[in-house]
Each structure stands twice: as structure tokens, then as C-alpha cells.
């Protein structure tokens, strides 16, 4: 069965500073792996997605992710935080979707 | 388009009510699913459909039950309501064509059982 593994339920950064949100995957075949992202009390909303077109992926509002086969991973970094990044963040490898426990995001003004 | 539809948004149940969280898309999408939110635990897949007469189970499927009879319904059931149950409810669905597709999220519903 095909799973995710978000290190860190919570990471605190300042405004401006390096994001990096860790996921690592189980797959016993090539994985479609996702990063979705929920504000306080909305749905989820797709970031970025990798299908093995290519392993650095970029998503919407500055993020990024790399695909690392050697390392079963797939981490989410954003050069510089803004407040409004402040929100929960999921993995998930699929088919079926299947999400991680997410990670919530704190920016410290 | 209206997208992934929920309804209704919030409900309180009763101990062994039963009733019916229903999802509607007008996408045309082949695949639907339904998963539950609760803290600390992520979202997890209930149930799911690649097609309407096709549903399969997903890691939490006990003490839900669904149909596919169309295309754009995917209603969930729950027959006997448990305070377990208590969470937010979010219903998914995605195209089958073109290789893996992006999942398009309805609004949830926040259920609780008393």
C-alpha cells in the first residue's frame, strides 16, 4: 500500500525566511505525489504535482518541490515566507489519494 | 461550474441517526471519493468510485456505505450514526482521462454526533 510520512505537525518560521515542509513516500510502484494546501476552515487546494515529467516541480503562490527516487521523498520549500502562507499542508501519493498528516505552517511577523 | 458541491455544510446528529452527506459534481468526472478530516490524523480515503455502478473502499470504510447510480452524485450514508463519526467530511473527484489529474475538493461538511 502506498503512503506518505510528513515529518513535523508544526514548523514556525520568520516572515522572509526559507520554507521547508518534509515528505517522505512508500510506493512499490512509480508514485504520483501531490502537495494540497487548507486555510483555516476552507477546502483543499491543489499547490503542485509530480507525474515523473519532472523531479523539481513548480507549484502556485512560490512553492516548489523536488522528486528524489534515492531518497523517497518529495519536500516542499518556498524561498521566502509570507504571512499569508501561513496554513496547513498535506502530501499525498496516489491512486487512490492517500494523504500524509499534514503539516501546520506558522510565519512569525 | 459549480465544481464539487457538499451538502449540507454542518449537521448535528443524534446517536443512531442515520442520514446522508450529500456530493454532487458537474465536471463530467469519472472518479469521486470521500474522505474524512480530523485533527492530527490528516485526511483519510472513506470510500471511492471510478465510474457510476463502481465503488470500492478506502482505510476507514466501517460504518459508511455509498452508491454510484450517476456520474455527477456520490451521496454517503451513515446508517447509525456513533460519536466516532464526529468529524469533517470532504467529498473529491478527478477526470480518469489523460494520465493522473489533480483532485477538485467540495467545501466539506462538519458533522457532529452526540
Given at each position: 500500500?502506498?503512503?506518505?510520512?510528513?515529518?513535523?505537525?508544526h514548523?514556525?518560521v520568520?516572515?522572509?525566511?526559507l520554507v521547508l515542509?518534509?515528505c517522505?513516500?512508500?510506493?512499490s510502484?512509480?508514485?504520483?505525489?501531490?502537495?494540497?494546501?487548507q486555510?483555516?476552515?476552507?477546502?483543499?487546494?491543489l499547490?503542485?504535482?509530480?507525474?515523473?515529467?519532472a523531479?523539481?516541480?513548480?507549484g502556485?503562490?512560490?512553492?516548489?518541490?523536488?522528486?528524489?527516487?534515492?531518497?523517497?521523498?518529495?519536500?516542499?520549500?518556498?524561498?521566502?515566507?509570507h504571512?499569508?502562507?501561513?496554513?496547513?499542508?498535506f502530501?499525498?501519493?496516489s491512486?487512490p489519494l492517500?494523504f500524509?498528516k499534514g503539516?501546520?505552517?506558522?510565519?512569525i511577523? | 461550474?459549480a465544481?464539487?458541491?457538499q451538502?449540507?455544510k454542518f449537521?448535528?446528529?443524534k446517536t443512531?441517526?442515520?442520514?446522508t452527506l450529500?456530493c454532487a459534481?458537474?465536471?463530467?468526472?469519472?472518479?469521486m471519493?470521500w474522505?474524512?478530516?480530523?485533527?492530527g490524523?490528516?485526511?483519510r480515503?472513506?470510500h471511492?468510485?471510478?465510474g457510476a455502478?463502481?465503488?470500492?473502499?478506502?482505510e476507514v470504510?466501517?460504518?459508511?456505505?455509498?452508491?454510484?447510480?450517476?456520474?455527477e452524485?456520490?451521496?454517503l450514508?451513515?446508517l447509525?450514526?456513533?460519536?466516532?463519526?464526529?468529524?469533517?467530511?470532504?467529498?473529491?473527484s478527478?477526470s480518469?482521462?489523460?494520465?493522473?489529474?489533480e483532485?477538485?475538493f467540495?467545501p466539506?461538511?462538519?458533522?457532529?454526533?452526540?
Amino acid at each position: 500500500a502506498q503512503s506518505v510520512t510528513q515529518l513535523g505537525s508544526h514548523v514556525s518560521v520568520s516572515e522572509g525566511a526559507l520554507v521547508l515542509l518534509r515528505c517522505n513516500y512508500s510506493s512499490s510502484v512509480p508514485p504520483y505525489l501531490f502537495w494540497y494546501v487548507q486555510y483555516p476552515n476552507q477546502g483543499l487546494q491543489l499547490l503542485l504535482k509530480y507525474t515523473s515529467a519532472a523531479t523539481l516541480v513548480k507549484g502556485i503562490n512560490g512553492f516548489e518541490a523536488e522528486f528524489k527516487k534515492s531518497e523517497t521523498s518529495f519536500h516542499l520549500t518556498k524561498p521566502s515566507a509570507h504571512m499569508s502562507d501561513a496554513a496547513e499542508y498535506f502530501c499525498a501519493v496516489s491512486d487512490p489519494l492517500v494523504f500524509g498528516k499534514g503539516t501546520r505552517l506558522s510565519v512569525i511577523a | 461550474n459549480a465544481g464539487v458541491t457538499q451538502t449540507p455544510k454542518f449537521q448535528v446528529l443524534k446517536t443512531g441517526q442515520s442520514m446522508t452527506l450529500q456530493c454532487a459534481q458537474d465536471m463530467n468526472h469519472e472518479y469521486m471519493s470521500w474522505y474524512r478530516q480530523d485533527p492530527g490524523m490528516g485526511l483519510r480515503l472513506i470510500h471511492y468510485s471510478v465510474g457510476a455502478g463502481i465503488t470500492d473502499q478506502g482505510e476507514v470504510p466501517n460504518g459508511y456505505n455509498v452508491s454510484r447510480s450517476t456520474t455527477e452524485d456520490f451521496p454517503l450514508r451513515l446508517l447509525s450514526a456513533a460519536p466516532s463519526q464526529t468529524s469533517v467530511y470532504f467529498c473529491a473527484s478527478r477526470s480518469l482521462a489523460g494520465g493522473l489529474d489533480e483532485q477538485f475538493f467540495g467545501p466539506g461538511t462538519r458533522l457532529t454526533v452526540l
